[in-house]
C-alpha cells in the first residue's frame, strides 16, 4: 500500500483513494491530422516503461478529483517527489 | 497547460430551473423508502450511534477559479459566508454551510426552498469562467452523532479520524463502505455523509448493520 500525498489535498492518504493513469508528460502531437502513422502510434501506444525512476500520472479517485504527477522509483517503489500538472519534476533518472 | 481562460464578458445562456416540486408533487429524499421517521417513533432503548437523514436540502456544487476576484466575491456576497480557500475545510453559519471539494470546487448546502433564488442570484452578481450546478437530486447527507459514531466510520472508511488529525470543520472523501462519500465533522461527536443518491440504500443498510453493536437509534 502507497502512501501517496495529494499536492491539491495536502495531506497524505492512501492509495487506495488513488487511480494511477500512467506515463506523465505525454505531449499530444500538434497537428494530429498530419502526423504519420508512426508519430500517431507512438503517442497512443508506446510507453518508456522504465526500471528505476518514472514520472506518472495520478488521480485523486475519491478526493479532491484532480491529477498530479509523482516521480516514482519503479524497483523500490518509493515515491521521490509529488508536483502538479503544469510543472517540471525535480527529480529525474540519470544518463 | 494551467493557464487561466480568459474571462468571458457576456453571460451566456445557461437554462436554469427551479427543482423544488410544488404543489401536490410529493419531494422524496434518497431514502425516502425507509421511513426513518417511523423508524424513529419506535426507536428502543438509547444507543451509541444516532442517524439523522439531513434530507431535501438544496447542493450547489460552484467551480471557479480563486483568482477570479468576482466569482469570490460573488460567492461571498450571495452565500453569506466566504468560500473556505484552505484545503479540506468547511465553513457554516447555520442555515448555509459550504464544503471544500477540491482547489476550484466547492459544495454549497443551502436550505432547499432558497436554492433556487441563490442560484439565480450566484449567475447574477459574478462576471467570467464559473460554473453553477444544482446537483441536490442527486445526493444527501446522513448525520451520524453519538459517543460511538466514529467507531462505526472507522470501520467504514481509510481516513484517519483522530481529532488531531481530522478537527471539527474538516471536509475530506475517501472511500466509504465500498462506495464513496464525503466525510465532514461537524462537532466533536458528530459527521455528515454526503452521499450520492445511488448509494444512499447501500450506505444506510451498510451503518445498520455496522452500528448493531452499539446500538442505533434513528431520529427523523
Redesign the interface.
Known sequence: MLHIYCP????L??E??FHCSGEAHIARPLDPDNCTDAEWGEYIFFRKNPRGIQHEMWYHT?????FFNVTRDTQTYEIKEVY???EQPKVVAEG | ??EAIAPEKEVTNVAVMNQLPSGAIRAESPLHHAELDKLAARNPRGGGVILRELKLLGHLTLRGSQDNASFMAGCAEVLGVALPTK??TSVDNGSVSVRW???D?WLAVVPMDQAFEIERSLRAAIEGHFQVVNGSGGQTIIELSGPNAVDVLKKST?LDLHPSQFPVGKV????FAKA?ALVRRSGEDTWELVVRRSFADYIWLWLQDASREYGLVVKA
Open positions: 491539491h489535498c495536502e495531506e492518504r492512501e487506495e483513494e475519491t478526493g479532491c478529483r484532480k502538479k500538472i503544469g | 497547460m494551467s484545503p479540506l471539494l477540491s482547489p470546487e481509510i475530506a472523501g475517501s472511500v464513496s
